[in-house]
């Protein structure tokens, strides 16, 4: 067995593991951090839209064309007086995007590139986008975001609960921002492929949190029936034991998109390839991190909000602390401590009982100390109260 398979091994029987629950602040950290910088590139640069959601017009010139990106760039933007897109294709030509142009302005540009070039204009092919079909695009683009969304929670509300629900939510926002703020920043134009790009994203993270909360359901399925591990030491657990698995499935989903981003867009020019593989290799890599870093703490802190579960937690608590304390202490105080031990019993099942019937659950009443001298005197007292006497019975 290779070094990676005895980790995930080790990781699934619970011999090793990262607490990722404990340490959960600090991921929300990270990702707060990303958020603001995603936000921070979207205000100050913006989204550079596609002709097909703020229309325009696109030119493709005829293949081995001798004119380079920048004398392409300076004619297109002289004739329209809008900054265009240019991008070399792998065959030698080029396609040229200019946004915000009616059919008049779009002749008159590509008048001028077949001059610049020396070619018939007829020879470069135009394409003419309205901005009111940009729009309506735009629009129905946003209205299947909002569908996709209302779904997911449907589902995993139906399939697990609301709390889970709540957590892929945030957690799929959180990969739409990071990779919406990736396009503002590289300066890549959304095209109907980005959007195709982020419902694919979101399918496969939604894939990924699915698989993670069905080993979460697993192991704490019968949590209240053990008393050795709190439900975030559970779901830290679960977590572990999937952690191999999702890392191994997001490495091998990455790698092709990472040849068809690097290789197929930018050694050999891919145009629109440039578009999708971008939008899922990032959304590909923030799914896999927010799966593991997001969705399950969230999941984690708002059970572990639930009334049964913080008595029921604040039991295994109480038990762990005073079996290290018997460890540690003397034999007398361990016999006093178990005398407690059996009263806190008492104390934490009707606080369980409560919290499931739905009434407040009292707080932890005081305890004398098992060194104090006045709890045992009262404990022995009364013990040995009624001893030796006549229990009234005639035989």
Do not use: C
């Amino acid at each position: 067995m290779s070094r990676l398979g005895d980790l995930g091994a080790r990781l699934y029987r619970g011999e090793a593991g990262y607490d990722f629950i404990g340490k959960r602040f600090i991921w929300y950290g990270v990702s707060i951090l990303i958020t603001i910088l995603a936000f921070a590139g979207l205000g100050l640069k913006g989204l550079h839209m596609g002709v097909e959601f703020s229309g325009g017009a696109v030119f493709t010139t005829p293949e081995g064309s001798s004119i380079s990106v920048e004398e392409a760039r300076e004619t297109a933007q002289e004739a329209a007086g809008n900054l265009p897109l240019v991008q070399e294709l792998g065959n030698g030509s080029l396609r040229i995007q200019v946004s915000d142009l009616d059919t008049e302005e779009s002749t008159v540009v590509r008048e001028q590139l077949a001059e610049r070039m020396d070619l018939d204009p007829q020879q470069i092919n135009a394409e003419l986008v309205g901005p009111s079909w940009g729009s309506q695009i735009a629009n129905k683009a946003w209205q299947g975001l909002a569908i996709f969304m209302v779904l997911v929670v449907i589902y995993l509300a139906i399939a697990f609960e609301w709390r889970k629900a709540v957590a892929a939510l945030i957690a799929l926002i959180h990969d739409i921002t990071i990779t919406v703020g990736v396009y503002a920043i590289v300066g890549f134009e959304v095209t109907p492929g980005t959007v195709i790009g982020l419902l694919t994203i979101l399918g496969y993270s939604l894939y990924d949190t699915v698989v993670v909360y069905d080993g979460l359901k697993e192991t704490t399925h019968n949590y209240r029936k053990q008393t050795r591990f709190t439900y975030a030491e559970l779901a830290n657990r679960s977590l572990n034991a999937t952690l191999v698995r999702s890392i191994n499935t997001s490495v091998v989903a990455l790698l092709p998109v990472a040849g068809l981003l690097f290789i197929g867009g930018g050694v050999l020019g891919g145009g629109m390839l440039n578009d999708i593989a971008l939008s899922i290799f990032v959304g590909l890599a923030a799914g896999a991190y927010s799966s593991i870093m997001i969705a399950t703490p969230l999941v984690s802190d708002l059970k572990s909000r639930e009334s049964a579960i913080k008595a029921h937690d604040r039991r295994i608590l109480a038990k762990r602390a005073k079996a290290e304390k018997a460890e540690d202490g003397t034999a007398e105080d361990a016999g006093a401590d178990e005398a407690e031990t059996d009263e806190d019993d008492a104390q934490d099942e009707g606080d369980e009982g409560a919290a499931a019937s739905g009434e407040d659950v009292p707080e932890p009443r005081a305890r004398a100390t098992a060194g104090s001298g006045a709890g045992r005197s009262t404990r022995s007292g009364s013990r040995s109260r009624g001893r030796g006497k006549s229990s009234g019975k005639r035989r």
